[in-house]
């Protein structure tokens, strides 16, 4: 059975780092792509970050230059190290695999919340 | 980047109702959308991929159509538990984006 748990999240100040793990079971993350998507509260989903299985990374043009998703091939688990917080990243961030070049997300993990204030 | 257009924001509806929900490109994304249900307090869960293709477990009432920048996703007899919000998301040159959702509400 395919399942993704994120962790990590919390309350951080502006500027401050945070950096969050997506654990997968049931398959591997590294013959995948794998996506972050989050949603700020109340709002819709916004893609952040993908790392294809060749280890290509893209980023939406709003956390370009401060996040970067990486994986752990031996522990099969995904990151997301968040640099430059601000107040707008604060959202629930979701980890969800690609299956395959069409880019539609097949699951999807439960969601870690980032809050970003002072 | 591409944008996509999701019309309404919000639809009132009944069970066994017909719905649609319309999602518009703005180029051409061939039939590379997706579109996913979400409950509150819920990751969102995928219905619809390429276009048309029904993801496995979902019920048969759901269908998507569409190519290029048009696109509809079809609930043929409204139930209970479809009372939720819809995201259409498509792919396109190494960047997704969603529409800004649909909530579909009770009559």
Known sequence: EVQLVESGGGLVQPGESLRLSCAASGFSV???????VRQA?????????VIYSGSNTYYADSVKGRFTISRHNSKNTLFLEMNSLR?????????????????????WGQGTLVTVSS | DIQMTQSPSTLSASVGD?????CRASQSISSWLAWYQQKPGKAPKLLIYKASSLESGVP????????????????????????????????????????????????
Not at chain 2, 18 to 22: L, Y
């Open chain 1, 30 to 36: 590294n013959r995948n792509y794998m996506s972050w």
């Open chain 1, 41 to 49: 509260p109340g709002k819709g989903l916004e893609w952040v970050s």
């Open chain 1, 87 to 107: 107040a707008e990243d604060t959202a629930v961030y979701y980890c969800a695999r690609i299956p395959d070049y069409y880019g539609y997300f097949d699951y």
């Open chain 2, 18 to 22: 017909r719905v649609t929900i319309t």
């Open chain 2, 60 to 107: 048969s009432r759901f269908s998507g159509s569409g190519s290029g920048t048009e696109f509809t996703l079809t609930i043929s007899s409204l139930q209970p538990d479809d009372f939720a919000t819809y995201y259409c998301q498509q792919y396109n040159s190494y960047s997704w984006t969603f529409g800004r959702g649909t909530k579909v509400e009770i009559k």
